[in-house]
Protein backbone atom coordinates (compact mmCIF):
# COMPACT_ATOMS: atom_id res chain seq x y z
CA UNK A 1 0.00 0.00 0.00
CA UNK A 2 1.64 3.35 -1.19
CA UNK A 3 0.37 5.94 1.28
CA UNK A 4 2.01 8.81 0.05
CA UNK A 5 0.77 7.87 -3.60
CA UNK A 6 -2.81 7.94 -1.47
CA UNK A 7 -2.19 11.35 -0.15
CA UNK A 8 -0.91 13.13 -2.94
CA UNK A 9 -4.33 11.70 -4.83
CA UNK A 10 -6.52 13.30 -1.99
CA UNK A 11 -4.66 16.14 -2.11
CA UNK A 12 -4.85 17.37 -5.52
CA UNK A 13 -8.40 15.87 -5.31
CA UNK A 14 -8.94 18.69 -2.58
CA UNK A 15 -6.35 21.60 -4.14
CA UNK A 16 -8.49 20.70 -8.24
CA UNK A 17 -11.88 21.19 -6.35
CA UNK A 18 -10.57 24.37 -4.30
CA UNK A 19 -9.44 26.25 -7.89
CA UNK A 20 -11.62 24.88 -10.13
CA UNK A 21 -14.88 25.16 -7.78
CA UNK A 22 -15.53 29.31 -7.71
CA UNK A 23 -14.12 29.45 -11.54
CA UNK A 24 -16.83 26.88 -12.97
CA UNK A 25 -19.50 28.90 -10.77
CA UNK A 26 -18.72 31.39 -12.93
CA UNK A 27 -18.46 29.93 -15.76
CA UNK A 28 -21.73 27.77 -14.86
CA UNK A 29 -24.09 31.11 -14.04
CA UNK A 30 -22.61 32.77 -17.62
CA UNK A 31 -24.17 29.58 -19.53
CA UNK A 32 -27.02 29.46 -17.20
CA UNK A 33 -28.10 33.24 -17.32
CA UNK A 34 -25.86 34.78 -20.07
CA UNK A 35 -27.50 36.23 -23.37
CA UNK A 36 -24.77 35.72 -25.56
CA UNK A 37 -24.02 34.28 -29.29
CA UNK A 38 -21.96 30.85 -29.58
CA UNK A 39 -23.86 29.71 -26.50
CA UNK A 40 -23.39 26.54 -27.97
CA UNK A 41 -19.47 26.63 -29.15
CA UNK A 42 -18.44 27.34 -25.42
CA UNK A 43 -20.52 24.65 -24.05
CA UNK A 44 -18.87 22.41 -26.64
CA UNK A 45 -15.58 23.67 -25.74
CA UNK A 46 -16.02 22.44 -21.71
CA UNK A 47 -17.90 19.62 -22.63
CA UNK A 48 -14.84 18.35 -24.86
CA UNK A 49 -12.85 16.63 -21.69
CA UNK A 50 -15.35 14.21 -21.75
CA UNK A 51 -14.74 12.73 -25.13
CA UNK A 52 -11.62 13.45 -26.06
CA UNK A 53 -8.98 10.58 -25.22
CA UNK A 54 -6.83 11.22 -22.34
CA UNK A 55 -3.98 10.72 -24.42
CA UNK A 56 -4.93 13.83 -26.56
CA UNK A 57 -5.51 16.01 -23.87
CA UNK A 58 -2.04 15.09 -22.07
CA UNK A 59 -0.76 15.60 -25.66
CA UNK A 60 -2.05 19.11 -25.63
CA UNK A 61 -1.09 19.88 -22.08
CA UNK A 62 2.43 18.61 -22.56
CA UNK A 63 3.07 21.20 -26.03
CA UNK A 64 1.11 24.19 -23.64
CA UNK A 65 3.65 23.36 -20.31
CA UNK A 66 6.93 23.27 -22.59
CA UNK A 67 9.68 25.37 -22.34
CA UNK A 68 8.88 26.74 -25.66
CA UNK A 69 5.00 27.78 -25.28
CA UNK A 70 3.39 30.63 -23.76
CA UNK A 71 2.18 28.95 -20.75
CA UNK A 72 5.55 26.84 -19.73
CA UNK A 73 7.36 29.75 -19.70
CA UNK A 74 5.29 31.95 -17.42
CA UNK A 75 4.82 29.01 -15.19
CA UNK A 76 8.41 28.46 -15.63
CA UNK A 77 9.39 32.40 -14.46
CA UNK A 78 7.08 31.98 -11.76
CA UNK A 79 7.76 28.55 -10.38
CA UNK A 80 11.69 28.86 -11.01
CA UNK A 81 10.94 25.20 -12.47
CA UNK A 82 9.21 23.83 -15.41
CA UNK A 83 5.18 23.30 -14.92
CA UNK A 84 5.86 19.80 -16.30
CA UNK A 85 6.65 16.91 -14.21
CA UNK A 86 5.14 18.91 -11.25
CA UNK A 87 2.97 19.11 -8.60
CA UNK A 88 0.89 22.66 -9.92
CA UNK A 89 1.11 20.75 -13.53
CA UNK A 90 -0.99 18.00 -12.39
CA UNK A 91 -3.39 20.82 -10.50
CA UNK A 92 -3.58 22.84 -13.69
CA UNK A 93 -4.08 19.68 -16.16
CA UNK A 94 -6.83 18.37 -13.51
CA UNK A 95 -8.60 21.45 -13.52
CA UNK A 96 -8.83 21.51 -17.30
CA UNK A 97 -10.20 17.90 -17.52
CA UNK A 98 -12.60 18.21 -15.00
CA UNK A 99 -14.33 21.13 -16.35
CA UNK A 100 -16.96 19.70 -17.47
CA UNK A 101 -17.48 17.45 -14.17
CA UNK A 102 -17.91 20.81 -12.41
CA UNK A 103 -19.93 22.94 -14.98
CA UNK A 104 -22.87 21.08 -15.79
CA UNK A 105 -23.91 20.08 -12.97
CA UNK A 106 -23.83 23.43 -11.36
CA UNK A 107 -25.06 24.61 -14.80
CA UNK A 108 -28.28 22.70 -15.00
CA UNK A 109 -28.91 23.72 -11.01
CA UNK A 110 -29.11 27.15 -11.86
CA UNK A 111 -30.92 27.16 -15.33
CA UNK A 112 -33.47 25.24 -13.20
CA UNK A 113 -34.04 28.13 -10.72
CA UNK A 114 -37.27 29.68 -12.02
CA UNK A 115 -36.04 32.79 -13.66
CA UNK A 116 -39.39 34.58 -11.23
CA UNK A 117 -37.28 34.05 -8.65
CA UNK A 118 -34.45 35.78 -9.21
CA UNK A 119 -36.50 38.80 -10.47
CA UNK A 120 -38.92 38.57 -6.71
CA UNK A 121 -35.41 38.51 -5.20
CA UNK A 122 -34.00 41.75 -6.74
CA UNK A 123 -37.79 43.04 -6.12
CA UNK A 124 -36.76 42.07 -2.48
CA UNK A 125 -34.31 44.37 -2.02
CA UNK A 126 -31.58 42.31 -2.54
CA UNK A 127 -28.53 43.46 -4.65
CA UNK A 128 -27.06 41.34 -7.17
CA UNK A 129 -24.37 39.73 -4.99
CA UNK A 130 -27.12 39.22 -2.26
CA UNK A 131 -29.57 37.11 -4.99
CA UNK A 132 -26.48 35.07 -5.68
CA UNK A 133 -25.57 34.37 -1.96
CA UNK A 134 -28.84 33.96 -0.75
CA UNK A 135 -31.02 31.96 -3.62
CA UNK A 136 -28.96 31.49 -6.06
CA UNK A 137 -26.15 29.30 -4.06
CA UNK A 138 -28.46 27.33 -1.51
CA UNK A 139 -31.14 26.26 -4.56
CA UNK A 140 -28.06 25.18 -7.01
CA UNK A 141 -26.35 23.50 -3.77
CA UNK A 142 -27.26 19.85 -5.21
CA UNK A 143 -25.76 20.57 -8.30
CA UNK A 144 -22.53 22.36 -6.18
CA UNK A 145 -21.76 19.03 -4.23
CA UNK A 146 -22.44 16.51 -7.44
CA UNK A 147 -20.02 19.14 -8.77
CA UNK A 148 -17.61 18.39 -5.82
CA UNK A 149 -18.03 14.88 -5.61
CA UNK A 150 -17.76 14.06 -9.76
CA UNK A 151 -14.67 16.52 -9.73
CA UNK A 152 -13.15 14.98 -6.58
CA UNK A 153 -13.85 11.49 -7.55
CA UNK A 154 -12.36 11.57 -11.25
CA UNK A 155 -9.45 13.46 -9.69
CA UNK A 156 -8.46 10.60 -7.99
CA UNK A 157 -9.09 8.06 -11.17
CA UNK A 158 -8.06 9.99 -13.14
CA UNK A 159 -4.89 7.97 -15.05
CA UNK A 160 -4.10 8.84 -18.62
CA UNK A 161 -3.74 12.54 -18.24
CA UNK A 162 -1.73 12.10 -15.39
CA UNK A 163 0.53 9.97 -16.68
CA UNK A 164 1.02 11.86 -20.00
CA UNK A 165 1.97 15.25 -17.77
CA UNK A 166 3.22 14.28 -14.70
CA UNK A 167 5.09 10.81 -15.21
CA UNK A 168 5.71 8.89 -11.83
CA UNK A 169 7.34 11.28 -9.51
CA UNK A 170 7.09 9.42 -5.95
CA UNK A 171 5.27 12.38 -3.82
CA UNK A 172 5.27 14.95 -6.60
CA UNK A 173 3.24 13.09 -9.46
CA UNK A 174 2.63 9.53 -8.48
CA UNK A 175 -0.76 9.30 -7.92
CA UNK A 176 -3.09 6.42 -6.60
CA UNK A 177 -4.22 5.45 -10.00
CA UNK A 178 -0.40 5.35 -11.16
CA UNK A 179 0.76 3.74 -8.36
CA UNK A 180 -1.72 0.71 -9.01
CA UNK A 181 -0.48 0.67 -12.25
CA UNK A 182 3.13 0.55 -11.44
CA UNK A 183 2.32 -2.39 -8.81
CA UNK A 184 0.83 -4.11 -11.64
CA UNK A 185 3.51 -3.63 -13.77
CA UNK A 186 5.38 -4.97 -11.12
CA UNK A 187 3.39 -8.25 -10.41
CA UNK A 188 2.49 -7.10 -6.88
CA UNK A 189 -1.12 -8.02 -7.15
CA UNK A 190 -1.53 -7.38 -3.32
CA UNK A 191 -0.17 -4.15 -3.16
CA UNK A 192 -2.51 -3.76 -6.77
CA UNK A 193 -5.79 -4.96 -4.70
CA UNK A 194 -5.38 -3.01 -1.78
CA UNK A 195 -5.16 0.25 -3.30
CA UNK A 196 -7.71 -0.48 -5.66
CA UNK A 197 -10.30 -1.56 -3.20
CA UNK A 198 -9.27 1.65 -1.22
CA UNK A 199 -10.23 3.75 -4.67
CA UNK A 200 -13.65 1.99 -5.22
CA UNK A 201 -14.84 2.41 -1.46
CA UNK A 202 -13.97 6.10 -1.26
CA UNK A 203 -15.92 6.42 -4.55
CA UNK A 204 -18.82 4.43 -3.46
CA UNK A 205 -18.70 6.45 -0.28
CA UNK A 206 -18.33 9.73 -2.11
CA UNK A 207 -21.05 8.83 -4.83
CA UNK A 208 -23.11 8.10 -2.10
CA UNK A 209 -22.69 11.18 0.19
CA UNK A 210 -23.82 13.47 -2.57
CA UNK A 211 -26.83 11.35 -3.30
CA UNK A 212 -28.17 11.49 -0.29
CA UNK A 213 -27.38 15.13 0.34
CA UNK A 214 -28.81 15.94 -3.17
CA UNK A 215 -32.31 13.94 -2.10
CA UNK A 216 -32.51 15.61 1.22
CA UNK A 217 -32.03 19.47 -0.09
CA UNK A 218 -34.06 18.81 -3.04
CA UNK A 219 -36.77 18.14 -0.61
CA UNK A 220 -37.39 21.53 0.54
CA UNK A 221 -39.51 20.90 3.89
CA UNK B 1 -48.65 65.88 -17.71
CA UNK B 2 -47.52 68.90 -15.35
CA UNK B 3 -44.55 68.51 -12.64
CA UNK B 4 -46.77 68.89 -9.63
CA UNK B 5 -49.15 66.45 -10.65
CA UNK B 6 -46.37 64.20 -11.06
CA UNK B 7 -45.05 64.63 -7.76
CA UNK B 8 -48.51 63.86 -6.15
CA UNK B 9 -49.12 60.69 -8.06
CA UNK B 10 -47.59 57.31 -6.59
CA UNK B 11 -46.37 56.21 -9.82
CA UNK B 12 -46.37 57.80 -13.35
CA UNK B 13 -45.54 55.59 -16.14
CA UNK B 14 -44.60 56.29 -20.10
CA UNK B 15 -43.39 53.76 -21.97
CA UNK B 16 -43.06 53.14 -26.09
CA UNK B 17 -41.40 51.43 -28.26
CA UNK B 18 -41.67 49.43 -31.51
CA UNK B 19 -40.10 46.02 -31.07
CA UNK B 20 -39.75 43.34 -29.74
CA UNK B 21 -43.25 43.82 -27.67
CA UNK B 22 -44.47 47.14 -29.08
CA UNK B 23 -45.89 49.53 -26.35
CA UNK B 24 -47.09 52.97 -26.60
CA UNK B 25 -48.87 53.34 -22.99
CA UNK B 26 -49.13 56.33 -20.39
CA UNK B 27 -50.85 56.45 -17.19
CA UNK B 28 -50.86 57.64 -13.48
CA UNK B 29 -51.55 55.50 -10.59
CA UNK B 30 -53.04 58.27 -8.05
CA UNK B 31 -51.87 57.87 -4.77
CA UNK B 32 -53.98 55.35 -2.44
CA UNK B 33 -56.17 54.15 -5.70
CA UNK B 34 -56.01 50.34 -6.87
CA UNK B 35 -55.51 51.20 -10.46
CA UNK B 36 -56.17 47.89 -13.13
CA UNK B 37 -54.18 47.26 -15.81
CA UNK B 38 -56.94 45.56 -18.17
CA UNK B 39 -56.61 43.54 -20.91
CA UNK B 40 -56.06 40.54 -23.03
CA UNK B 41 -53.44 38.29 -22.64
CA UNK B 42 -50.58 39.27 -25.08
CA UNK B 43 -51.71 43.07 -24.26
CA UNK B 44 -48.74 43.49 -22.99
CA UNK B 45 -49.75 44.41 -18.92
CA UNK B 46 -46.83 42.36 -17.04
CA UNK B 47 -44.42 44.28 -19.50
CA UNK B 48 -45.63 47.35 -18.25
CA UNK B 49 -45.35 45.86 -14.63
CA UNK B 50 -41.95 44.79 -15.17
CA UNK B 51 -41.07 48.06 -16.44
CA UNK B 52 -42.24 49.44 -13.62
CA UNK B 53 -40.02 47.58 -10.82
CA UNK B 54 -37.15 47.75 -13.59
CA UNK B 55 -37.18 44.15 -14.65
CA UNK B 56 -37.02 45.22 -17.93
CA UNK B 57 -36.45 48.59 -19.90
CA UNK B 58 -38.69 49.09 -23.05
CA UNK B 59 -36.60 51.64 -25.69
CA UNK B 60 -38.19 54.39 -24.38
CA UNK B 61 -39.42 54.80 -20.88
CA UNK B 62 -40.47 57.09 -17.80
CA UNK B 63 -40.92 55.73 -14.60
CA UNK B 64 -41.42 58.49 -11.83
CA UNK B 65 -42.61 57.31 -8.17
CA UNK B 66 -44.06 59.71 -5.59
CA UNK B 67 -41.38 62.46 -7.35
CA UNK B 68 -38.44 60.21 -7.64
CA UNK B 69 -37.66 59.26 -11.01
CA UNK B 70 -36.98 55.29 -11.52
CA UNK B 71 -36.35 55.13 -15.42
CA UNK B 72 -35.46 57.69 -18.13
CA UNK B 73 -34.64 56.62 -20.81
CA UNK B 74 -33.62 60.23 -22.13
CA UNK B 75 -30.75 60.19 -19.90
CA UNK B 76 -30.04 56.80 -19.61
CA UNK B 77 -30.82 56.42 -16.00
CA UNK B 78 -32.27 53.39 -14.87
CA UNK B 79 -32.43 52.81 -10.35
CA UNK B 80 -31.86 49.05 -10.34
CA UNK B 81 -34.68 47.24 -8.86
CA UNK B 82 -33.28 46.13 -5.54
CA UNK B 83 -33.42 49.73 -5.04
CA UNK B 84 -36.45 50.83 -6.05
CA UNK B 85 -39.46 50.81 -2.91
CA UNK B 86 -42.16 48.43 -5.10
CA UNK B 87 -43.49 45.43 -3.59
CA UNK B 88 -44.34 42.88 -6.39
CA UNK B 89 -46.89 39.93 -5.92
CA UNK B 90 -46.06 37.60 -8.77
CA UNK B 91 -48.70 35.43 -10.39
CA UNK B 92 -47.18 32.39 -9.72
CA UNK B 93 -46.25 33.92 -5.99
CA UNK B 94 -42.47 33.31 -6.75
CA UNK B 95 -42.11 32.50 -3.50
CA UNK B 96 -38.40 30.84 -2.09
CA UNK B 97 -38.72 26.79 -1.74
CA UNK B 98 -36.11 26.87 0.53
CA UNK B 99 -37.01 29.59 3.38
CA UNK B 100 -39.69 29.81 5.59
CA UNK B 101 -41.88 32.50 5.83
CA UNK B 102 -40.94 34.27 8.53
CA UNK B 103 -37.01 33.96 6.56
CA UNK B 104 -39.00 34.91 3.39
CA UNK B 105 -40.63 37.80 4.71
CA UNK B 106 -37.20 38.81 6.63
CA UNK B 107 -35.44 38.61 3.71
CA UNK B 108 -37.53 41.85 2.07
CA UNK B 109 -36.67 43.35 5.38
CA UNK B 110 -33.07 44.97 4.58
CA UNK B 111 -30.79 45.81 6.69
CA UNK B 112 -32.26 46.76 10.53
CA UNK B 113 -31.68 45.99 14.59
CA UNK B 114 -32.80 41.89 15.06
CA UNK B 115 -35.14 42.77 17.65
CA UNK B 116 -37.05 45.85 15.07
CA UNK B 117 -36.91 43.07 12.89
CA UNK B 118 -38.21 40.36 14.36
CA UNK B 119 -41.10 43.00 15.41
CA UNK B 120 -41.79 43.76 12.14
CA UNK B 121 -41.89 40.16 10.76
CA UNK B 122 -44.72 39.84 13.51
CA UNK B 123 -46.10 42.86 12.69
CA UNK B 124 -46.61 41.59 8.63
CA UNK B 125 -47.95 38.00 9.52
CA UNK B 126 -50.45 39.23 11.79
CA UNK B 127 -51.51 41.97 8.94
CA UNK B 128 -51.25 38.84 6.48
CA UNK B 129 -53.26 36.74 8.66
CA UNK B 130 -50.46 34.34 8.87
CA UNK B 131 -50.08 33.59 12.59
CA UNK B 132 -49.26 30.08 13.26
CA UNK B 133 -47.51 29.65 9.52
CA UNK B 134 -44.03 31.18 10.42
CA UNK B 135 -41.98 28.44 10.57
CA UNK B 136 -43.64 26.52 7.54
CA UNK B 137 -42.09 26.55 4.14
CA UNK B 138 -44.17 27.85 0.89
CA UNK B 139 -44.10 23.80 0.01
CA UNK B 140 -46.13 22.93 3.05
CA UNK B 141 -48.72 25.63 1.91
CA UNK B 142 -52.27 26.18 0.20
CA UNK B 143 -52.55 28.52 -2.53
CA UNK B 144 -54.33 30.91 -0.77
CA UNK B 145 -51.89 30.61 2.07
CA UNK B 146 -49.19 31.18 -0.87
CA UNK B 147 -50.33 34.61 -1.61
CA UNK B 148 -50.79 35.54 1.34
CA UNK B 149 -46.85 35.13 2.00
CA UNK B 150 -46.37 36.90 -1.56
CA UNK B 151 -48.55 39.76 -0.26
CA UNK B 152 -46.30 39.86 3.35
CA UNK B 153 -43.20 39.44 1.78
CA UNK B 154 -44.03 42.72 -0.69
CA UNK B 155 -45.38 44.94 2.33
CA UNK B 156 -42.01 44.57 4.07
CA UNK B 157 -40.04 46.32 1.36
CA UNK B 158 -42.79 49.43 2.54
CA UNK B 159 -43.49 49.96 -1.32
CA UNK B 160 -44.80 53.11 -2.68
CA UNK B 161 -46.34 51.21 -5.03
CA UNK B 162 -47.52 47.40 -4.87
CA UNK B 163 -47.64 45.48 -8.23
CA UNK B 164 -49.95 42.85 -8.35
CA UNK B 165 -49.67 40.61 -11.34
CA UNK B 166 -53.10 38.62 -12.30
CA UNK B 167 -52.58 37.78 -8.17
CA UNK B 168 -56.53 35.35 -8.30
CA UNK B 169 -55.41 33.66 -11.52
CA UNK B 170 -54.16 30.63 -9.65
CA UNK B 171 -56.76 30.78 -6.60
CA UNK B 172 -60.04 28.30 -6.44
CA UNK B 173 -63.10 30.61 -7.83
CA UNK B 174 -64.38 30.50 -4.35
CA UNK B 175 -61.84 31.78 -2.70
CA UNK B 176 -61.51 34.63 -4.37
CA UNK B 177 -63.76 37.14 -3.08
CA UNK B 178 -62.21 36.58 -0.16
CA UNK B 179 -58.72 37.67 -0.40
CA UNK B 180 -60.11 40.76 -2.89
CA UNK B 181 -61.91 41.36 0.28
CA UNK B 182 -58.47 40.96 2.19
CA UNK B 183 -56.60 43.13 0.16
CA UNK B 184 -59.05 45.70 0.20
CA UNK B 185 -58.72 46.11 3.45
CA UNK B 186 -55.23 46.19 3.72
CA UNK B 187 -55.13 49.03 1.11
CA UNK B 188 -57.54 50.92 2.69
CA UNK B 189 -56.02 50.42 6.12
CA UNK B 190 -52.25 50.70 5.05
CA UNK B 191 -53.17 53.55 2.55
CA UNK B 192 -51.31 51.54 -0.43
CA UNK B 193 -51.35 52.50 -4.14
CA UNK B 194 -51.67 49.57 -6.15
CA UNK B 195 -51.33 48.55 -9.34
CA UNK B 196 -53.11 45.49 -10.38
CA UNK B 197 -52.55 43.72 -13.91
CA UNK B 198 -55.32 41.63 -14.41
CA UNK B 199 -57.62 39.96 -17.37
CA UNK B 200 -60.13 39.04 -15.18
CA UNK B 201 -62.91 41.60 -15.23
CA UNK B 202 -64.25 40.91 -11.64
CA UNK B 203 -60.81 42.29 -10.78
CA UNK B 204 -62.11 45.51 -11.91
CA UNK B 205 -65.93 45.36 -10.98
CA UNK B 206 -64.74 44.83 -7.17
CA UNK B 207 -61.40 46.10 -6.32
CA UNK B 208 -60.26 49.38 -8.98
CA UNK B 209 -60.72 52.56 -8.25
CA UNK B 210 -58.99 53.54 -11.51
CA UNK B 211 -58.67 51.58 -14.50
CA UNK B 212 -56.30 51.46 -17.77
CA UNK B 213 -57.53 49.21 -20.68
CA UNK B 214 -54.60 47.97 -22.96
CA UNK B 215 -54.61 46.06 -26.09
CA UNK B 216 -51.37 45.44 -28.12
CA UNK B 217 -49.45 47.69 -25.59
CA UNK B 218 -51.50 50.38 -26.61
CA UNK B 219 -53.61 52.02 -23.86
CA UNK B 220 -57.06 52.13 -25.27
CA UNK B 221 -59.01 53.96 -22.31
CA UNK B 222 -58.28 54.93 -19.30
CA UNK B 223 -59.70 57.04 -16.11
CA UNK B 224 -61.45 56.28 -13.14
CA UNK B 225 -64.07 53.29 -12.65
CA UNK B 226 -66.85 55.68 -11.30
CA UNK B 227 -66.29 57.50 -14.31
CA UNK B 228 -65.67 54.71 -17.14
CA UNK B 229 -68.56 52.79 -15.52
CA UNK B 230 -71.18 55.30 -16.74
CA UNK B 231 -70.26 55.18 -20.04
CA UNK B 232 -72.39 53.33 -22.82
CA UNK B 233 -69.23 51.86 -24.15
CA UNK B 234 -65.68 51.74 -23.42
CA UNK B 235 -62.92 50.41 -26.17
CA UNK B 236 -61.47 47.30 -25.42
CA UNK B 237 -64.12 46.31 -23.23
CA UNK B 238 -66.46 44.92 -25.16
CA UNK B 239 -68.39 41.60 -23.52
CA UNK B 240 -66.77 42.44 -20.36
CA UNK B 241 -68.97 45.92 -20.21
CA UNK B 242 -72.18 47.03 -19.40
CA UNK B 243 -72.86 50.04 -18.60
CA UNK B 244 -73.49 50.60 -14.38
CA UNK B 245 -72.73 52.57 -11.68
CA UNK B 246 -69.92 51.41 -9.48
CA UNK B 247 -69.93 53.49 -5.96
CA UNK B 248 -67.95 52.98 -2.46
CA UNK B 249 -71.22 52.58 0.03
CA UNK B 250 -71.35 53.29 3.57
CA UNK B 251 -72.80 50.52 5.97
CA UNK B 252 -75.53 52.88 7.34
CA UNK B 253 -77.99 50.30 9.34
CA UNK B 254 -78.89 46.68 9.02
CA UNK B 255 -82.41 45.85 9.32
CA UNK B 256 -82.69 42.08 10.86
CA UNK B 257 -86.43 42.10 10.99
CA UNK B 258 -86.60 42.76 7.39
CA UNK B 259 -82.80 41.09 6.18
CA UNK B 260 -82.04 43.80 4.73
CA UNK B 261 -78.87 46.50 4.94
CA UNK B 262 -79.47 50.10 4.28
CA UNK B 263 -76.37 51.73 2.40
CA UNK B 264 -75.35 55.12 1.65
CA UNK B 265 -73.21 55.86 -1.23
CA UNK B 266 -72.94 59.81 -1.26
CA UNK B 267 -76.93 60.97 -1.61
CA UNK B 268 -77.70 57.64 -3.10
CA UNK B 269 -79.13 55.19 -0.72
CA UNK B 270 -80.32 51.78 -1.36
CA UNK B 271 -81.65 48.82 0.75
CA UNK B 272 -79.81 45.44 -0.22
CA UNK B 273 -80.43 42.17 1.30
CA UNK B 274 -78.62 41.75 4.56
CA UNK B 275 -74.43 41.78 3.81
CA UNK B 276 -72.32 40.61 6.46
CA UNK B 277 -70.27 44.10 6.50
CA UNK B 278 -70.25 45.95 10.46
CA UNK B 279 -72.21 49.59 10.42
CA UNK B 280 -69.70 52.16 8.71
CA UNK B 281 -67.50 49.94 6.68
CA UNK B 282 -66.71 50.38 3.33
CA UNK B 283 -68.57 47.92 0.58
CA UNK B 284 -68.05 48.35 -3.42
CA UNK B 285 -71.35 48.55 -5.35
CA UNK B 286 -72.51 47.98 -8.54
CA UNK B 287 -75.91 48.85 -10.03
CA UNK B 288 -76.29 47.47 -13.36
CA UNK B 289 -77.93 49.96 -15.88
CA UNK B 290 -80.44 47.57 -17.19
CA UNK B 291 -81.68 47.35 -13.62
CA UNK B 292 -82.70 50.27 -12.96
CA UNK B 293 -86.49 51.06 -14.22
CA UNK B 294 -87.66 54.36 -14.40
CA UNK B 295 -91.28 55.66 -13.45
CA UNK B 296 -92.86 59.68 -14.10
CA UNK B 297 -95.43 58.50 -11.24
CA UNK B 298 -94.95 56.68 -7.99
CA UNK B 299 -96.24 53.47 -8.72
CA UNK B 300 -97.99 51.23 -5.93
CA UNK B 301 -98.01 47.73 -5.02
CA UNK B 302 -94.09 46.56 -6.32
CA UNK B 303 -92.11 44.32 -4.31
CA UNK B 304 -89.47 47.06 -4.25
CA UNK B 305 -87.32 48.35 -1.92
CA UNK B 306 -85.95 51.09 -3.57
CA UNK B 307 -87.80 53.94 -5.34
CA UNK B 308 -85.52 56.94 -5.68
CA UNK B 309 -86.38 60.58 -6.66
CA UNK B 310 -83.72 60.96 -9.39
CA UNK B 311 -83.01 64.28 -12.50
CA UNK B 312 -82.47 63.30 -15.73
CA UNK B 313 -78.77 64.48 -16.82
CA UNK B 314 -78.52 63.58 -20.47
CA UNK B 315 -80.09 61.12 -22.61
CA UNK B 316 -77.07 59.39 -24.81
CA UNK B 317 -77.25 56.52 -27.35
CA UNK B 318 -76.61 52.90 -26.45
CA UNK B 319 -74.93 50.07 -28.07
CA UNK B 320 -78.16 48.70 -29.37
CA UNK B 321 -80.06 51.27 -31.82
CA UNK B 322 -83.46 50.79 -29.95
CA UNK B 323 -82.06 51.27 -27.00
CA UNK B 324 -81.16 54.53 -24.52
CA UNK B 325 -78.83 54.98 -21.84
CA UNK B 326 -79.89 57.66 -19.47
CA UNK B 327 -77.74 59.87 -17.17
CA UNK B 328 -79.20 60.30 -13.78
CA UNK B 329 -78.39 62.89 -10.57
CA UNK B 330 -79.78 61.49 -7.53
CA UNK B 331 -78.03 64.70 -5.54
CA UNK B 332 -74.62 64.71 -6.75
CA UNK B 333 -74.59 61.16 -7.07
CA UNK B 334 -74.70 59.72 -10.36
CA UNK B 335 -76.97 56.48 -11.30
CA UNK B 336 -77.74 54.98 -15.04
CA UNK B 337 -80.87 53.30 -16.67
CA UNK B 338 -80.94 51.48 -19.85
CA UNK B 339 -84.21 51.58 -21.10
CA UNK B 340 -85.56 51.82 -24.81
CA UNK B 341 -86.36 54.86 -27.17
CA UNK B 342 -89.60 54.01 -26.98
CA UNK B 343 -89.81 54.74 -22.86
CA UNK B 344 -87.87 57.84 -23.40
CA UNK B 345 -90.88 59.24 -25.80
CA UNK B 346 -93.52 58.13 -23.88
CA UNK B 347 -92.05 59.53 -20.28
CA UNK B 348 -90.91 62.88 -21.97
CA UNK B 349 -87.37 62.00 -20.27
CA UNK B 350 -85.10 65.18 -21.14
CA UNK B 351 -82.41 66.29 -19.39
CA UNK B 352 -83.78 68.64 -16.49
CA UNK B 353 -86.98 66.17 -16.24
CA UNK B 354 -87.75 64.68 -12.78
CA UNK B 355 -87.81 61.01 -12.15
CA UNK B 356 -88.64 58.26 -10.10
CA UNK B 357 -85.62 55.32 -10.42
CA UNK B 358 -86.68 51.75 -9.15
CA UNK B 359 -83.92 49.55 -7.97
CA UNK B 360 -84.71 46.28 -7.15
CA UNK B 361 -82.72 45.26 -3.96
CA UNK B 362 -81.68 42.26 -5.25
CA UNK B 363 -79.98 43.39 -8.25
CA UNK B 364 -77.39 45.80 -6.24
CA UNK B 365 -74.47 44.02 -6.18
CA UNK B 366 -72.59 44.68 -2.80
CA UNK B 367 -69.13 43.89 -2.42
CA UNK B 368 -67.72 44.31 1.09
Known sequence: ?221 | MTEASNARAALHVRLRQSAPIPLDVQFVVPNGSITALFGPSGSGKSTVLRSIAGLYTPREAEVVSAGERWTDSATGYSLPTHRRRVGVVFQDYALFPHLTVREQVGLALGNRPAGARQSRIDELLALARLDGLADRKPGTLSGGQQQRVALARALARDPAVLLLDEPFASVDWALRDALRHELRSLQRALQLSVVIVTHDFEDVAKLATELVVLDRGMVVAAGSVEAMTASAAVPGLAGHWEPAVALDAVVAAHDPQRQLTHLHARDLQLAVPTIEAPPAAIVRIRVAAREVILASQRPRGLSLHNMIEARVLRVEPAAHPALRLVHLAVGDTPLLSLVTADAVQSLGLAAGAPVLALVKAVSVDAFA
Open chain 1, 1 to 221: MDWTALGLSLRLGLVTVAVLLPLAFLLARWLAYGRFKGRGFVEALVALPLILPPTVIGFYLLTAFGQQAVLGQFFQSLLGRPLVFSFEGLVLASVLVNLPFAVQPMQNALAAIPGNLRDAARCCGLAPLSVVRRIELPLALPGIATAVVLTFAHTLGEFGVVLMVGGSIPGETRTIAIAIYDRVQAFDDRSAGVMALVLLVLSLVALGITNTLARRMARHD
